[in-house]
């Protein structure tokens, strides 16, 4: 396979308002040709040489830093050893967890944006489980 | 730059986060890419084979079940690699590389081990919990030395 | 088989990855033209399954395994049989393991195996297993035959006795029973004795079927019709010695090297577990009993049955410490009869520990294999399961009995 030349796979997931994934695919083909990118429900698949794809993920990246989101992948595209289609059905198991992160982008981008312009986070209250001799008072008092 | 580890350890968000404020995210993805990639090693899909188990055996003893085993053989070497680890309590379910629960406990509990700069923050449940979350993690970030120990 | 569709097993599992086992999994289904599948989920049941299923199981991964048996069950995954498997001493793993099989079983007639592995498994561990879960799915309609037809042949290669019966029109009209030494040589002595014994000839034999350790030897030997293990073949065979093919049954085969405990419904069986983890808990602990004893194999049940396994302290959980509370118990002077309920004891104790808990029992109990006729076994079954345990008549020819049954599908093809 590719061990020699370092060839690894990164998905950029896009939680923006301003850039599409086609914007990003627009982009990706404009700049390198060392690289091939495949779309999924989830995000771009960028694969190619490490130098190239960092230099493309880089400039993905900046189309709306708070809002773009990049992990390396293990398997690359396609790989008939995590395909759906030759699997007989299921997704990998990772492709779950990604469902829930991704859920979770819209607030982390929020997040960065207030960081970014310094805004401290507000003082969070975090409830206790209640005390045993409180809940047996609640108890004693409905009854 | 330091080497971080993250936990989940193959969670999209850290390891985004560690890469965004300068530092090397030590994840899962590219350990499973060194083995699926392994020329010569036929056992898919993740190309482990029994040897992984045994390998295991220097991070939980024999009487572990080979599933806990085989995922340490990957992540044990990680947490040795670590210069600094992002800990998240109470994430959302995983799958996978971190589909088991005991490999989970032992995991977080090899990295409270090292004598490292840990950062432990809960999983958030609201907009201000995911400001604050972000907060302590870039703050923690910033405060790693960029320059590479080794 | 080649000829035959490709069986598709849904893989309900947690590990397997990880463990390296995986390869072995694909290696095994292969070999029997089955493809394993991964089922397809309806993911937002993911985030409520711990509570649909009912065990809000730690791992991820478990709860990956309960969707995909809802999957299954629901008919959103087409498959024809399900495999469920999970590390070996993982407790988490085995309550899940346990009640997604029941779950599967209770909701659907799909055939479902179930075991754990380490990462020793091999391809080769699990092949009878296999085999068996594609036959079901394969074959219904030769399981589903009631009547020994036309004159067949049947020969059990068995670990430690070769069996082989000739049948005519659901009758026994000869039968061999020699202890295993080359399988071949041994298959062709039974065969032999029971050619003899019916008064027939070889070349008037319609149909063979083999089964046991050494099926695919002798089958190929004799050119045999059908080629079976004894999972499926046992328990075709049981209900039918018997005379319970219509309902539920239960049959535990004590064999010479491993055990079978099989919960079958109208003859075909449902789930099963084979193995067990050391001899001690098979045929073969009660032969090395019988000889430390000074008797006959066939003595040590007539022995047990006067004595009270109550008196002997006894666990062939392993062979060797089995052995060695024998031995103890008979320097400490204990009568041979007590020491031999206390063998038959600790055999069955082994069964209901091991593998009990892996079918759910439902009567009738059928006992089968060459231990069943040692009657202080049976006895012991009986009182720890407090059920009565049905031994029917050539209760060791069992897998011969299915073969020859089961062959006779090809008599009128």
Known sequence: ?143 | ?150 | MSKEKQVKVALVSCGSEYAGVQGELDKVTASVNAKLIFPEIDIASLDTIGRDFGIEAASPDLRLMMARAQAVVEGISDVDGVFITSCFRCAEAAIVRNEVRRYINKHSNIPVISYSFTERTTAATLMTRMEALTTIARRKHLLAREHQTGLTAGIDSGSTTTKAVIMKDDKIIGQGWVPTIKVIDSATEAFNHALEEAGVKAEEIQAIGTTGYGRFLIGEHFKAQLVQEEITVNSKGAVYLANKQKGSATVIDIGGMDNKAISVEDGIPGMFTMGGICAGASGRFLDMTAKRLGVEITELGSLAVKGMQEKVDMNSYCIVFGIQSLVNSLAKGSRPEDVAAAACHSVVEQIFEQQLQEVDVKEPLILVGGSSLIEGVPKALSTLLKIDVLVPKNSHLIGAVGSALLASGFVEE
């Open chain 2, 1 to 150: 730059m330091a080497k971080v580890i993250i936990y989940p350890i193959n969670s999209l968000i850290l390891s985004d986060l560690v890469e965004r404020f300068g530092h090397k995210p030590l994840a899962m993805m590219e350990k499973i890419k060194d083995k699926v990639n392994t020329v010569g090693v036929d056992s898919p899909p993740l190309n482990i084979t029994a040897e992984e188990p045994k390998k295991g055996l220097k991070y939980a003893a024999v009487e572990v079940p080979a599933g806990v085993r085989g995922r340490m053989s990957i992540v044990g070497p990680m947490i040795d690699e670590a210069e600094a680890a992002v800990i998240v309590n109470e994430a959302s379910m995983a799958f996978g590389c971190m589909g088991c629960a005991r490999t989970n406990e032992l995991t977080k509990y090899l990295i409270r081990q090292k004598e490292i700069p840990i950062l432990e923050v809960e999983y958030p449940r609201s907009e201000e919990e995911g400001k604050e979350f972000v907060y302590k993690i870039a703050e923690f970030l910033k405060s790693l030395p960029m320059e590479s120990r080794s």
């Open chain 1, 1 to 143: 396979m590719n061990n020699e030349e370092d060839i690894i796979t990164k998905i950029v997931v896009i939680s923006s308002d301003s850039v599409l994934p086609i914007d990003a695919a627009m982009k990706v083909y404009e700049s390198e040709n060392a690289i091939t990118i495949k779309e999924t429900c989830f995000g771009t698949m960028v694969t190619g040489p490490r130098a190239a794809v960092d230099r493309v993920v880089a400039e993905l990246r900046n189309m709306d830093r708070n809002h773009i989101f990049v992990k390396e992948r293990g398997f690359h595209p396609g790989d008939e050893r995590r395909c759906r289609a030759v699997r007989g059905g299921g997704p990998r198991p990772g492709f779950h967890y990604l469902r829930e992160e991704v859920q979770m982008l819209p607030m982390i981008g929020k997040a960065l944006d207030a960081y970014d312009q310094h805004v401290p986070p507000a003082e969070i209250h975090r409830t206790d489980k209640i005390d045993v001799k409180k809940l047996k008072d609640i108890i004693e008092s409905n009854l």
